[in-house]
């Protein structure tokens, strides 16, 4: 790669105006990495550049040696490093004096600088050192703003009243409830904090319910005091605050709710409310930002054992802690799942006194989990692109409302839960503009997909091409096939279903788009991570002042409230910029320098930390971050449905999950149930067949193991 000089000034001149005058919108690193990934085919050239200089120390540099192909750089990495999306942006250059790279000698090297040279780099030098002075000062103010700011907030919290986590057994009251027709006598321990220092008392409350057999020394469906599995539920929905879900008689599917359902069967249960996105205390702060939700639900856990342990909480065996939600609360109960003692809580924990005990469980029951969240809006686009209009209650485009949709059919619509996104009769028309988005995000969802390397049950990668399909696809459609076929055996008619084709009796082929004109599109375009931030999802991820945040670096590229180059755009100025680097002469250079500096100015007066949320948080609400780490210890049992009628979050999602789960040697029940749309709890008797079955082999294998223990120590002592 010979430069010639007379168009390396051209391309440098033009180069230091467009900076100056786009200082606002320019940005980024020209870091190591990201020359690597345009050349991740293996151009040594790339690499050798890289090697040449001496990189700042917070630029994570890929060590020559370590040069990866695409594919084997997708094989090995476990998801796409999305944390790049939302970490601070930062603008580091290479430095003055470095050559072009290989075997060409640096241009400007072979003259001498004269002595006027000299003396305008040594002007150049004193500005820039006088601007980073001004930046200094600059962070100093900024940073002093934001710590009276959190001195008020923590002021703000410092007068929390402080409470007692210790259980105490003889406080209950005696109920007896109708189960199905059967009698079910139990101990309610109501209303107890479960965390010392709470910042919402009222939904860090937690109820403990008791079979009353268990009292008499009575075993119920073969457990007893000691093995009864102790059934978590939660009631969070939309990301809002959960309330305790006490035992009812007459639930939403007529007759007991899974908690007097659970008690019917011999289980304790533990119902926690759960602080969640709404909440503001006193002060006006809000206090059930992400990560509240998941902090409660494993505090609640941490109090569970604590009291346990102590022989306090008189029943239920705390190595079969059962979770089970539904939508945002199916999210919750899988991200406590896959996040059994991961440390990143810790300090969340640690801070509203929660009990000093593990945090793993058993068993996951997820009802069409919202979740994966940064994910959600690619994998809806992915399955929902080829819907012309969107039914949900979102701002309205009167002016073009789509006359051919009909309402979505009135069994999707029914049960949902109560803070599910409502629909609207009338849907509202897609634009080309938003046909535009909806392609490209579908196109990312390939690229993570891909990045996944996930497997079906013979080892079968399923991948797709850039057209959005190939086997994973494939596999979406048999779980719709495997349903209807389901339904079919259990002699259900199939209606409402102009997208499928059955033959003899058997359910062998889906019309995907044809599906999505059936059940229709519910949300619009991005279906989570809102331009105009109005989501509830923006909302859960908002922090104790910002009320909403975007939480993808693709809807902050988007956002209606600030302006940031794309990352591509990106990628390609920093590839110039280190180009302009590499070619420019000392005095070059220099004015280069001064010109980035003066750019990074003018950005760092846009704190995006305004508009996003924290990567590290965004992460501590996902379980597919969590699955398959060593150091945590994910659930061994997982259960999740999503109903064939559900269009709040794309199948993709769960089916993810699933898969993930299943390919870290987890047990997995996953089914997309025919006739169910977005909703839970709809099959009881199926949920706790499966809770026995996993509860009793692991009491049969603890069984076992005691005996063979017991065994040995025999012989031991005989000998
Ligand atoms: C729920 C439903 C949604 O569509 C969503 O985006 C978030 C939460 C819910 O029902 O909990």
């Known amino acids: 790669?010979?430069?010639?000089?007379?168009?390396?000034?051209?391309?440098?001149?033009?180069?230091?105006?467009?900076?100056?005058?786009?200082?606002?919108?320019?940005?980024?690193?020209?870091?190591?990495?990201?020359?690597?990934?345009?050349?991740?085919?293996?151009?040594?050239?790339?690499?050798?550049?890289?090697?040449?200089?001496?990189?700042?120390?917070?630029?994570?540099?890929?060590?020559?040696?370590?040069?990866?192909?695409?594919?084997?750089?997708?094989?090995?990495?476990?998801?796409?490093?999305?944390?790049?999306?939302?970490?601070?942006?930062?603008?580091?250059?290479?430095?003055?004096?470095?050559?072009?790279?290989?075997?060409?000698?640096?241009?400007?090297?072979?003259?001498?600088?004269?002595?006027?040279?000299?003396?305008?780099?040594?002007?150049?030098?004193?500005?820039?050192?006088?601007?980073?002075?001004?930046?200094?000062?600059?962070?100093?103010?900024?940073?002093?703003?934001?710590?009276?700011?959190?001195?008020?907030?923590?002021?703000?919290?410092?007068?929390?009243?402080?409470?007692?986590?210790?259980?105490?057994?003889?406080?209950?009251?005696?109920?007896?409830?109708?189960?199905?027709?059967?009698?079910?006598?139990?101990?309610?321990?109501?209303?107890?904090?479960?965390?010392?220092?709470?910042?919402?008392?009222?939904?860090?409350?937690?109820?403990?319910?008791?079979?009353?057999?268990?009292?008499?020394?009575?075993?119920?469906?073969?457990?007893?005091?000691?093995?009864?599995?102790?059934?978590?539920?939660?009631?969070?929905?939309?990301?809002?605050?959960?309330?305790?879900?006490?035992?009812?008689?007459?639930?939403?599917?007529?007759?007991?709710?899974?908690?007097?359902?659970?008690?019917?069967?011999?289980?304790?249960?533990?119902?926690?409310?759960?602080?969640?996105?709404?909440?503001?205390?006193k002060d006006g702060y809000a206090t059930g930002k992400a990560p509240a939700l998941i902090v409660d639900y494993k505090a609640a856990v941490r109090f569970v054992r604590h009291n346990r342990k102590k022989g306090r909480i008189p029943a239920g065996d705390t190595d079969k802690i059962i979770a089970s939600g539904t939508s945002a609360g199916g999210a919750l109960s899988a991200l406590l799942g896959a996040s059994g003692n991961a440390k990143e809580y810790l300090p969340y924990l640690k801070e509203q006194g929660a009990a000093n005990e593990r945090d793993d469980i058993f068993a996951v029951m997820a009802y069409c989990p919202i979740t994966n969240l940064e994910h959600a809006d690619m994998s809806y686009e992915w399955m929902f692109q080829s819907a012309n209009s969107y039914y949900n209650a979102g701002p309205a485009n009167t002016e073009n409302p789509d006359s051919q949709d009909q309402v979505s059919p009135a069994e999707i619509r029914k049960n949902r839960p109560p803070n599910a996104p409502k629909e609207k009769v009338t849907g509202t028309k897609i634009t080309p503009e938003q046909k535009e988005i909806s392609a490209e995000l579908s196109q990312k969802f390939t690229e993570y997909l891909n990045s996944l390397n996930l497997r079906d049950s013979i080892g079968n990668r399923l991948n797709l091409s850039p057209d959005g399909l190939g086997l994973f696809r494939e596999y979406i459609e048999s779980l719709y096939l495997a349903s209807a076929q389901e339904a079919m055996d259990r002699g259900d008619t199939i209606k409402n279903a102009p997208w499928l084709t059955v033959e003899n009796g058997t359910a062998v082929h889906m019309d995907f788009p044809k599906y999505i004109k059936s059940v229709k599109r519910l949300k619009g375009i991005p279906a989570f991570d809102a331009f105009d931030m109005s989501s509830g999802e923006n909302s859960e991820f908002g922090t104790y002042d910002v009320a909403n945040k975007h939480f993808t670096r693709y809807a902050l590229e988007h956002s209606n409230f600030v302006t940031i180059p794309r990352l591509e755009e990106e990628a390609e100025i920093n590839k110039e910029k280190a180009t302009l680097y590499r070619l420019a002469t000392p005095i070059e250079n220099a004015h280069l320098r001064k010109a980035n500096l003066e750019e990074q100015m003018e950005k760092d007066k846009l704190d995006l930390s305004q508009y996003m949320a924290n990567w590290e948080i965004i992460r501590m609400m996902n379980p597919m971050h969590f699955i398959g780490l060593e150091e945590v210890q994910t659930a061994p049992n997982w259960r999740i449905r999503h109903g064939a009628l559900d269009r709040d979050t794309a199948v993709a999602i769960p089916a993810m999950l699933a898969l993930r789960l299943k390919n870290t040697e987890k047990s997995v029940d996953f089914k997309v149930p025919w006739g169910y749309g977005h909703d839970g709890d709809y099959d009881l008797p199926d949920l706790f067949a499966w809770t026995d079955r996993i509860s009793k082999i692991k009491d049969a294998a603890q069984e076992i193991l005691k005996s063979e223990k017991n065994e040995a120590s025999a012989k031991e002592n005989v000998e």
């Open 1 to 281: 790669m010979q430069f010639k000089k007379p168009y390396a000034n051209k391309y440098l001149s033009a180069a230091i105006a467009a900076c100056l005058l786009s200082a606002m919108t320019t940005s980024v690193p020209v870091s190591a990495e990201e020359i690597l990934k345009e050349d991740v085919h293996g151009q040594e050239t790339a690499v050798e550049q890289m090697s040449l200089s001496a990189p700042p120390s917070d630029v994570n540099v890929q060590e020559p040696g370590l040069a990866q192909s695409a594919e084997e750089s997708a094989e090995n990495s476990d998801v796409i490093d999305h944390s790049a999306e939302s970490k601070p942006i930062q603008n580091e250059f290479l430095k003055e004096g470095e050559g072009i790279p290989g075997t060409e000698v640096p241009y400007h090297s072979e003259k001498a600088l004269t002595s006027k040279e000299w003396a305008e780099i040594d002007k150049i030098e004193k500005e820039i050192r006088q601007l980073q002075r001004q930046r200094q000062e600059f962070f100093k103010a900024r940073d002093k703003e934001k710590a009276e700011k959190e001195k008020a907030f923590a002021k703000s919290l410092h007068d929390r009243q402080k409470y007692s986590i210790v259980f105490d057994p003889e406080d209950y009251t005696a109920k007896t409830m109708n189960a199905n027709g059967e009698p079910v006598s139990f101990r309610a321990y109501e209303h107890l904090v479960y965390t010392k220092k709470p910042y919402e008392p009222e939904y860090q409350m937690l109820s403990v319910y008791i079979p009353e057999g268990y009292f008499k020394g009575e075993s119920i469906n073969g457990f007893t005091a000691e093995t009864a599995p102790i059934f978590m539920p939660n009631g969070v929905g939309g990301y809002m605050p959960g309330t305790i879900i006490e035992p009812q008689e007459d639930s939403r599917h007529g007759g007991a709710n899974s908690a007097l359902y659970a008690l019917s069967n011999g289980y304790v249960v533990v119902s926690p409310a759960i602080r969640g996105q709404s909440l503001k205390n």
